[in-house]
Structure formats: C-alpha cells, structure tokens
C-alpha cells in the first residue's frame, strides 16, 4: 500500500521527516492500520514500522511554491511520476491519498491504474471539522489491503 500526502509543511520540511508537525494525527492514524503503536517511536523506528507493513509514503508534489503549510496556498505545483512509481511496484494493491489536494492530485494519475484508491481526512491539524473519531473510522478502510 502507499500513502500519499501532497506536499510536506514547513516544520517537515524544516526537519526532513514526514508528518513533523506534532498535533498531525497521521502517525497515531496510521499506527492504527497497521497496529502499532508508532506516536512514542523515534522516526527511523516509524519508518520500519511502516515498511514491515508493506506501507509505502510518498507525495503528491514533488516541488511547488507555498508559503506556510496550507494546501491552498500550494501554487505552480510540479507533481510526482505517481503511474511510473505504481509500475515499479508489481504488489501495490492500494494507495490512500491523505487529504483532498492529494487525493484530487493522485486520483487523476491513479485512474487507469486498476489499484483501490481511497481517498482520506486529511491527518493535518488545519482539518479540525473531522472528529478525530471519524478520521479513525474512514482510515481503517485502508486495514483490508495489508491482508
């Protein structure tokens, strides 16, 4: 499975690490998944968490102008070769788009691919109208592709 955000913020990218920003829910979601408990792990521990569930991340945007963190500032957005990465990984099975600017993004490359795309709440702190509850349940979908 891979995971998709759309471009990292400014305290991930501050750091080079993915989900930085420390009220992002996306490792405690995530951690549900695949269950594990990644929230107290140092990155590089995540990390192998991740791959030992078959658990791939990956953007989006590979380059764009942005300033702050927020989606919608994102402008002369380059995007990743997602159908050429998809075609180097024979048992990709599904991919899960974190948020809707990666999911509007991704869908697109994703469309003839015939792999499950799912669409998620995005695990930012900025999208606070999703009960951590619901983002909880919809992530879950995600659980039946590492069987």
Do not use: C
């Not at 099975?93 to 015939?114: E, L, P, W, Y």
């Not at 930012?124 to 619901?134: F, G, I, K, T």
């Amino acid at each position: 499975m891979l995971v998709l955000g759309s471009l990292p913020g400014e305290k991930s990218l501050a750091v080079s690490r993915y989900y930085a920003h420390p009220q992002n829910r996306f490792w405690y979601l995530i951690g549900k998944v695949i269950g594990a408990e990644l929230e107290s792990l140092d990155y590089e521990q995540r990390l192998a968490a991740l791959l030992a569930a078959k658990v791939g991340l990956w953007d989006t945007v590979a380059s764009a102008h942005r300033p702050g963190s927020l989606d919608s500032a994102i402008r002369e957005a380059e995007h990743n070769p997602l159908a050429e990465l998809a075609a180097s990984l024979p048992e990709l099975r599904a991919v899960g788009f974190n948020g809707k600017t990666s999911a509007r993004i991704g869908m697109a490359q994703f469309a003839d691919s015939g792999l499950a795309l799912i669409p998620l709440p995005s695990s930012s702190p900025a999208n606070a109208s999703v009960p951590l509850a619901e983002k909880e349940n919809l992530w879950s979908a995600l659980g039946e592709f590492l069987r």
